[in-house]
């Protein structure tokens, strides 16, 4: 049974940068499509970025040229850079797995069925 656990979350100004990482136990993330998703107080669960272990990615219109979603195949790790983060980005972050590679690519929450617990980003100033 794979298990996500993700690391990397804090509290950041207008402007500033973050990194997460969503490190995978119990099988690899080749296998599996990953991806980003957050959740904001009183609204629903949403996709931000996925990718497969070819590099393939995909990405929510409001993240693009400001999130980068990266996987260190070794390292069984992925990652989310989040530059310029502004208040409309505080969420809980989650990590998910798909139990397939999938091709396109898909920020739909109900295609993943693995999660990770969350982690908190808090952009104020």
């Known amino acids: 049974q794979v298990q996500l656990v993700e690391s990397g979350g804090g509290s950041v100004q207008p402007g500033g940068s973050l990194r997460f990482s969503c490190a995978a136990s119990?099988?690899?993330?080749?296998?599996?499509?990953v991806g980003w998703f957050r959740q904001a107080p009183g609204k629903e669960r949403e996709g931000v970025a996925a990718?497969?272990?070819?590099?393939?990615?995909d990405y929510a219109e409001s993240v693009k040229g400001r999130f980068t979603i990266s996987q260190d195949n070794g390292k069984n790790t992925v990652y989310l850079q989040m530059n310029i983060l502004s208040p409309e980005d505080t969420a809980m972050y989650y990590c998910?797995?798909?139990?397939?590679?999938?091709?396109?690519?898909?920020?739909?929450?109900?295609?993943?069925?693995?999660w990770g617990q969350g982690t908190r980003v808090t952009v104020s100033s």
């Open positions: 990718s497969n272990s070819d590099g393939s990615t």
């Open positions: 998910a797995a798909d139990r397939i590679c999938r091709y396109p690519l898909t920020l739909n929450r109900l295609d993943y069925n693995i």
């Open positions: 119990g099988s690899t993330f080749r296998y599996y499509s």
